[in-house]
């Protein structure tokens, strides 16, 4: 009985040990056995190696014996066959471009030269803009190794240019981290374990490609996301410095916040509009359109997109705000009135220039943070152009 108990837990367990990448046709495999008396059944093999071609061998034997310690760039000769598999050839003649061929030249330069922290970067699995593009690089190994989060290279490479870059890779030290180094290690490794490392390496952060919890978002880190996913009709911020000002006036909050009236809920809509643009870049926006900042008060009427308004005129006009409200709290019962401080009234720059709208109010907001101009500060209290 003991014996029949383990051999069904053994085939319940059985597919859910199979790994999603794997596909329909490992699993069809699997169903399709018959039963075999476990004391009759002859071991497995053991799988085949993957065949490597010469040139992947030679250059992973060249930049795991000449990139080491801090100019590691690969955590395994396994991980460097699986990058090189997913990368175009190149011509040794003339190695360059996002190519083997390339990393293959600077790995051998690192040997032969001894200049590691010149040619090792180049090396490695991202290029570092001598052997094509981190981003390029980063695309191109997600879209081999992982299910694509978007549509074309082209895409990707666009919303990468949101991911901070630490500069030189290093496959201990950008082990986590919100970066697009980390990202590339991760994507490196997913070319041998995807199940594991797909996830650690998409454009959304991931663990371990996070900062801790806790910590506070800086603004540059915010801006470079938001101004990156969010643009054209979607743009939320007219400039990088307007966002610099607006985000200098919000509360931080921390990076793992969702729904709080801070920095950090922005943020992370930001990402989210790098996949979704349309649904999340009114998130990323100065009001926080209802979804950072305080949940609608059906009572009252009042949605973050009011809190965040009040809040950013105490910032940039407060010599107005205590002159046209007695308190907060009368600033916020005045804007529930308005149109546009509904949840999701989905507030962009391109439909907020003009009218008694709170969008247009929030607009100049932003400008009276960035230029400290008095005439933007009226037309945040419905003058000019907001009347």
Same mark, same amino acid.
């Given at each position: ?177 919100? #970066?697009?180094? !980390? $990202?590339?290690? =991760?994507?490196? /490794? @997913?070319?041998?374990? &995807?199940?594991? +490392? %797909?996830? *650690? ?60 009236? #801070?920095?950090? !809920? $922005?943020?992370? =809509?930001?990402? /989210? @509009?790098?996949?979704? &643009?349309?649904? +999340? %870049?009114? *998130? ?104």
């Amino acid at each position: 009985m003991r014996r029949m108990k383990g051999l069904l837990s053994l085939m319940l367990l059985a597919p859910l040990a199979i790994a999603p990448w794997m596909g329909c046709h490992a699993i069809a495999g699997i169903e399709d056995r018959t039963y075999v008396d476990p004391g009759q059944q002859e071991p497995e093999p053991e799988p085949e190696p993957t065949e490597v071609s010469e040139q992947c061998a030679a250059y992973c034997a060249a930049v795991m014996e000449s990139c080491t310690g801090e100019h590691q760039v690969y955590a395994t000769v396994a991980t460097c066959h699986g990058v090189c598999a997913l990368l175009e050839a190149g011509d040794p003649l003339e190695p360059v471009g996002n190519t083997v061929a390339c990393r293959a030249h600077q790995a051998d330069l690192a040997g032969r030269t001894g200049e590691v922290g010149v040619h090792c970067p180049p090396a490695g699995p991202g290029g570092a803009g001598v052997c094509g593009s981190d981003c390029e690089a980063y695309c191109a190994l997600r879209a081999g190794a992982c299910t694509p989060e978007l549509s074309t290279q082209e895409q990707c490479v666009a919303m990468c240019a949101g991911l901070t870059d630490a500069g030189r890779l290093h496959v201990i030290e950008d082990h986590d981290g919100d #970066t697009l180094q !980390c $990202r590339l290690v =991760h994507v490196s /490794s @997913a070319t041998v374990d &995807p199940e594991e +490392h %797909c996830k *650690h390496s998409s454009l959304m952060p991931m663990e371990p490609c996070v900062e801790p919890r806790g910590s506070a978002p800086d603004c540059e880190g915010f801006c470079q996301v938001v101004m990156t996913s969010c643009s054209g009709e979607l743009a939320v911020y007219e400039s990088m410095d307007q966002c610099l000002a607006v985000c200098a006036a919000l509360p931080p909050g921390a990076v793992e916040d969702r729904t709080e009236n #801070t920095v950090g !809920c $922005r943020k992370y =809509h930001a990402y /989210s @509009a790098m996949l979704a &643009p349309a649904t +999340h %870049c009114p *998130h990323a926006g100065p009001g926080g359109d209802g979804h950072c900042g305080s949940a609608h008060e059906p009572e009252t009427g009042l949605t973050g997109n009011c809190e965040s308004y009040c809040m950013l005129l105490d910032a940039a006009c407060g010599y107005i705000l205590g002159e046209s409200y007695p308190d907060p709290a009368s600033c916020e019962s005045e804007c529930a009135s308005l149109p546009g401080a509904a949840l999701d009234s989905g507030y962009s720059v391109a439909t907020a220039e003009g009218g008694d709208a709170l969008a247009c109010r929030l607009l100049y907001l932003g400008r009276a943070l960035e230029t400290g101009d008095p005439e933007a500060c009226l037309a945040a209290v419905g003058d000019g152009p907001c009347q």
